[in-house]
């Protein structure tokens, strides 16, 4: 689609589609062609919101006819930029937010259904008041979509008990990248009826098909919750109190989540509505949480018990317990400011990994040597989800330092992380997914028989390569980058 007649045709196809209201031009498309870091900004033919599953599917047959690359997006908090069209000006971004309707819920058989343009704390809270739990949680949760959740396999903070957003969801309805409605809604835990579809399109970042709807996982909502901060001395005496706490709360242990005292003087540098409550001096800090499904009084003996016990073994020097709902929530407040102090600090060099827990003392240990021997004075804000392995390994500038410096010198300091996350055998991804920022990295680090399975995948699935063009993989076929 190159000729302005053929634009101009599009144009007026999705307006028949969407309505004239919901196809947005020119200057109206700024909103939805920049990534949430503000790293890249791209230009789009047309923002179009469709109203409906078949409105979906009809845009997306329309840009096949014109041969238009098609960008899905949710609410645009991603961080790799997946979301964002190319500069090309051809590209048609599909935006869901209009489709956020909850369809049912089942409380007898725990689950939901649900459009892809509902806010993830709207879901939340309808199931709340059906008196269930959907856990999914994050820091953007009242902001993201739950298509964009599903498109990123979205991890958050209760993945160790409950799993990503793969391990919630039971069936999607997809428009796949050739114009059909796959209506795979099915509400089963138990279905061996060939390829998992499901869990191919979960983690595919728009780039075989648009998730316009999800049969998700409920759980029964806990009878009570135990928050505490604790401060450690090092990684290794973190990982031990993790391994305590599984066993002390087993499937009760839902949230466990890891601090370093640099992120944790950003938030109170950069926030001053928040506060730690606890003395300064320790390194490392570790928020941790407890779901009882029996009693409040067995919440707190069990977690007292452990936080004792860990006192008496070394593995924290001091904890506080949150004694309401307002002080867990503060606690919370604070490991999710993290990312805005980070952010509000200056240039950062963000890493999303994955190793093995075993391994992250040894990981942090001799990484954070080699960036202060190879880059003097950076810093380590690092944090993340301990009790999945899943590390946001953020590296600051050097304090007083130009900005323009430290931009020069990132890719460089992305490589030596990348190859110590190679060498401790971890990921270069946990939970963030590659968009458009990381496609070369998953080309330099990736075994080369799942790259050339990858390729074959998006090939079957999407032979014209319109479908998010340039995420994940390199643009192939057709279709030019712009």
């Not at 190159?2 to 947005?24: C, D, K, P, W, Y």
């Not at 942090?364 to 810093?379: E, K, N, Y």
């Not at 030596?416 to 971890?426: I, N, P, S």
Request: proline letters at 4%.
């Amino acid at each position: 689609m190159t000729s302005a007649s053929s634009q101009a045709a599009l144009l007026e196809r999705l307006r028949g589609i969407a309505g004239a209201a919901h196809v947005l031009v020119g200057d109206a498309c700024a909103p939805y062609l920049t990534d949430w870091r503000k790293l890249v900004t791209g230009r789009a033919l047309a923002v179009v919101r469709p109203g409906s599953t078949e409105q979906v599917r009809d845009v997306v047959r329309a840009c096949l006819e014109q041969g238009a690359p098609i960008v899905p997006q949710g609410g645009n908090t991603g961080q790799v930029a997946g979301a964002t069209p190319d500069g090309s000006g051809r590209a048609v971004v599909v935006q869901l937010g209009r489709m956020k309707r909850i369809r049912s819920i089942d409380v007898e058989n725990d689950t939901l259904v649900v459009e892809a343009g509902c806010v993830l704390q709207d879901l939340q809270d309808a199931a709340r008041a059906a008196g269930r739990l959907f856990p999914l949680s994050l820091g953007a949760e009242g902001s993201c979509l739950i298509g964009g959740n599903l498109a990123t396999n979205a991890g958050g903070t209760q993945v160790l008990r409950y799993g990503n957003a793969r391990e919630l969801t039971l069936g999607l309805e997809v428009v796949t990248a050739d114009g059909e409605i796959w209506n795979g809604l099915r509400a089963l835990r138990k279905d061996n009826t060939g390829y998992d579809l499901r869990d191919l399109y979960i983690g595919s970042e728009g780039t075989l098909g648009i998730i316009t709807a999800a049969t998700l996982k409920l759980f029964p909502l806990p009878v009570a919750q135990r928050t505490a901060l604790a401060a450690t001395g090092s990684i290794a005496q973190a990982v031990a109190l993790l391994a305590r706490a599984r066993a002390a709360l087993g499937a009760d242990l839902t949230g466990f989540e890891l601090m370093s005292s640099v992120a944790t003087d950003l938030v109170l540098r950069h926030c001053p509505d928040q506060r730690l409550p606890l003395a300064p001096g320790a390194p490392w800090f570790v928020l941790l949480e407890s779901s009882d499904t029996e009693s409040a009084e067995r919440a707190a003996s069990r977690f007292e018990a452990l936080l004792a016990a860990a006192l008496e073994a070394g593995e924290i020097q001091d904890a506080a317990i949150a004694e309401s709902i307002e002080q867990s929530r503060a606690l919370w407040r604070l490991r999710e400011s993290i990312t805005l102090a980070v952010a509000a600090e200056g240039q950062c060099a963000k890493h999303d990994i994955s190793i093995a827990t075993s391994r992250i003392p040894g990981f942090i240990a001799s990484t954070d040597a080699l960036l202060r021997q190879r880059f003097p004075g950076v810093r380590s804000a690092t944090f993340g989800h301990l009790g999945d392995g899943n590390l946001h390994y953020n590296i600051l500038q050097p304090a007083g330092t130009p900005a323009a410096g430290f931009v020069e010198v990132q890719q460089d300091l992305s490589r030596l992380v990348h190859d110590a996350v190679r060498d401790h055998a971890g990921s270069i991804s946990a939970e963030q997914g590659i968009g458009g920022l990381r496609t070369a990295d998953l080309q330099a680090y990736e075994d080369p028989v799942k790259l050339d399975l990858l390729r074959r995948i998006k090939r079957a699935l999407d032979p014209a390569g319109l479908m998010n063009p340039g995420k994940v993989l390199p643009v192939h076929g057709c279709v030019s980058p712009g």
